[in-house]
C-alpha cells in the first residue's frame, strides 16, 4: 500500500503536469511512476514529505527526476538504462526497481542544490543585453548571481538566431536558436569586456563528476540541449569562466561598491536564481541593486536583468531594469529553460 502523503504524491504529480505542458512527455511519465512507486525507497520518500522548504522552489521533482537520470546514465540498472534508451515503456517496473535498489543515492542526489547551468537561457540574456545596447551604446561588464559552472558568462562567445535576427558569433559551436515569437529583436552586437560571477559552490567544467551532474538535469527527451550543454562545456576548458565562492547577497553589494569605468555599461544578471535564495538575501540584492542604480550616470549605467519565475510560478519573465532612469521593462515571457521566447520588447 502506498502510504505517501498527499503533499508529497501533489508535488511529483504537479511537476509531471508541469513537465508535459513544456513538451517533456517522457519526464512527465517518470514523475508518475516514480509517484506510484516511491513507497519502494524509504529514506526518499522521507526526504520529500519531510521536506523544510517549499518544494516547488527547491525544484524537489527535478531533483528526483535528475537523480534517476543519473542512473540510468551510469547504466548499472538495466531495466533503467532500457527505459531511458527507449527500448521499452514498463516505467513502474524500472522505476519501482531503481527506486529499491538504489534508494540512498536518490536521496543523496536530492540533497544537493540543483545545478543546470541552461545555456538556452543565453538567448533571452543576450536579447535584453542587445535592448540595453541600444539604449547606452556601450559595452558590457556583467557580474551574475548564481553562476554554476559559469557557462552563461561566456555568453558573448556564443551564437543566437533571434526570431531571425542573427547575433553573437555566428560560427560559434554553440548555437542557441529559440522557439520565438513576437517582433524581432533589433540587430545589436553583443559586447562583453569583463564577466564575473558567483556561487556558494562553483563548478568546474572539467570535472567528470561535474559534468556527470549538469548532464543528469537535461531532460532526457531533449538530446539537443544535451548537446549543446556538452559544447558549452568544452568552451569553458578553453575560455574559463571566473567564479568567486561566496553568498551572492554580500558578494555582489561588494562587487557594485566597486569603482566601475566610464563608457562601460554594468550588468547584473540571473536566472532561476532568486528562489534559492533567502528573503533577507533577495532583499540585501535589491538593496545593493537600487545604491547602485542611484550613483548611476549616462557614463556609467546600470542594467538588472532578470530571467526568474514569477510569485506564484504561473510564467517565466525576462525584465530590465536600467539606471540612470530606474525604467523597468517586461521584455518577454519564456520557457523555463529558454527553449521559446515570447517577446514583448
Excluded at 538567448?123 to 556583467?142: Q, S, T
Excluded at 527527451?221 to 553568498?247: F, S, V, W, Y
Excluded at 536600467?322 to 520588447?345: K, M, V
Aim: charged share 25%; with cysteine.
Amino acid at each position: 500500500m502506498n502510504m505517501m502523503l498527499p503533499s508529497l504524491e501533489g508535488e511529483l504529480r504537479r511537476q509531471a503536469r508541469v513537465a508535459k505542458r513544456l513538451g517533456s512527455p517522457f519526464v512527465a511519465a517518470v514523475l508518475e511512476a516514480g509517484h506510484r512507486q516511491l513507497d519502494r525507497a524509504p529514506r526518499t520518500a522521507a526526504l520529500i514529505a519531510g521536506w523544510p522548504r517549499d518544494p516547488s522552489a527547491s525544484a524537489l521533482a527535478m531533483r528526483f527526476n535528475a537523480a534517476l537520470h543519473a542512473l540510468a546514465r551510469r547504466g548499472e540498472l538495466e531495466a533503467l538504462r532500457a527505459l531511458y534508451s527507449r527500448e521499452h515503456e514498463d516505467y513502474d517496473g524500472a522505476i519501482g526497481a531503481a527506486l529499491s535498489a538504489s534508494d540512498d543515492f536518490i536521496a543523496g542526489y536530492m540533497e544537493n542544490t540543483p545545478q543546470t547551468n541552461e545555456v538556452g537561457r543565453a538567448a533571452a540574456i543576450g536579447a535584453a543585453l542587445m535592448v540595453a545596447r541600444h539604449k547606452f551604446g556601450l559595452p558590457f561588464e556583467l557580474f551574475e548571481l548564481g553562476s554554476s559552472c559559469g557557462l552563461n558568462l561566456n555568453l558573448a562567445r556564443y551564437g543566437y538566431d533571434l526570431g531571425g535576427v542573427l547575433a553573437g558569433e555566428t560560427d560559434s559551436p554553440v548555437q542557441i536558436v529559440p522557439l520565438w515569437t513576437g517582433p524581432a529583436p533589433l540587430p545589436a552586437p553583443i559586447e562583453v569586456t569583463a564577466a564575473r560571477g558567483v556561487d556558494l559552490n562553483p563548478l568546474d567544467a572539467g570535472d567528470l563528476a561535474t559534468r556527470e551532474r549538469l548532464m543528469s538535469y537535461v531532460w532526457a527527451d531533449q538530446p539537443g540541449r544535451a548537446r549543446r550543454l556538452e559544447r558549452a562545456l568544452d568552451m569553458a576548458l578553453t575560455h574559463k569562466p571566473r567564479i568567486d565562492q561566496a553568498d551572492a547577497a554580500s558578494w555582489l553589494a561588494d562587487r557594485l561598491a566597486e569603482p566601475q569605468q566610464d563608457g562601460q555599461c554594468r550588468v547584473v544578471f540571473h536566472s532561476m536564481v532568486l528562489q534559492y535564495l533567502t528573503s533577507e538575501d533577495r532583499a540585501t540584492v535589491v538593496r545593493a541593486i537600487d545604491r547602485a542604480g542611484a550613483n548611476a550616470s549616462a557614463e556609467r549605467p546600470l542594467a538588472w536583468i532578470s530571467f526568474e519565475w514569477t510569485p506564484t510560478r504561473s510564467e517565466v519573465r525576462l525584465s530590465l531594469t536600467t539606471w540612470p532612469s530606474g525604467e523597468t521593462r517586461l521584455l518577454a515571457t519564456c520557457h523555463a529553460y529558454g527553449n521559446w521566447i515570447d517577446w514583448r520588447g
